[in-house]
């Protein structure tokens, strides 16, 4: 397991934690920077957030009309989010036609939950 030294930066920090190696614990930071990065848009947190707190996997036209954004800028979104892995879809056989259903992820949800978001 890889550690890292905690230097003091601001004079608020505690004096026991500073010099102390803290475990990385095989955690990928530039992915995990990433994945936050894609989630401080607000039109992709307000996807999230109804995703989160729909009971079962809602459709695209849904999306769109529950969160009133054009349907270009909602696929742009949407395709963001699932290349961090944090929506899946899954497609569905309709009348004549397969459409998908969106669902937030359990890894978008768990960074979701330990920032508070709840609707």
Same mark, same amino acid.
């Given at each position: 397991?890889?550690?890292?030294?905690?230097?003091?930066?601001?004079?608020?920090?505690?004096?026991?934690?500073?010099?102390?190696?803290?475990?990385? /614990?095989? +955690?990928?930071?530039?992915?995990?920077?990433?994945?936050?990065?894609?989630?401080? /848009?607000?039109?992709?947190?307000? +996807?999230?957030?109804?995703?989160?707190?729909?009971?079962?996997?809602?459709?695209?036209?849904?999306?769109?009309?529950?969160?009133? +954004?054009?349907?270009?800028?909602?696929?742009?979104?949407?395709?963001?989010?699932?290349?961090?892995?944090?929506?899946?879809?899954?497609?569905?056989k309709g009348t004549g036609r397969e459409f998908s259903?969106?669902?937030?992820?359990?890894?978008?949800?768990?960074?979701?939950?330990?920032?508070? +978001?709840?609707?």
């Amino acid at each position: 397991m890889q550690a890292t030294k905690v230097e003091k930066h601001h004079p608020e920090e505690s004096e026991e934690m500073v010099g102390k190696e803290v475990p990385s /614990n095989n +955690i990928d930071y530039e992915k995990m920077a990433r994945d936050l990065d894609v989630m401080g /848009n607000a039109t992709r947190l307000r +996807i999230l957030t109804l995703l989160l707190n729909s009971p079962r996997p809602v459709t695209f036209n849904d999306l769109a009309s529950r969160l009133g +954004i054009d349907r270009n800028a909602l696929a742009y979104h949407v395709a963001i989010l699932k290349s961090c892995e944090l929506v899946s879809n899954t497609l569905q056989k309709g009348t004549g036609r397969e459409f998908s259903r969106y669902s937030i992820t359990e890894k978008a949800r768990q960074y979701l939950e330990r920032l508070v +978001i709840r609707g």
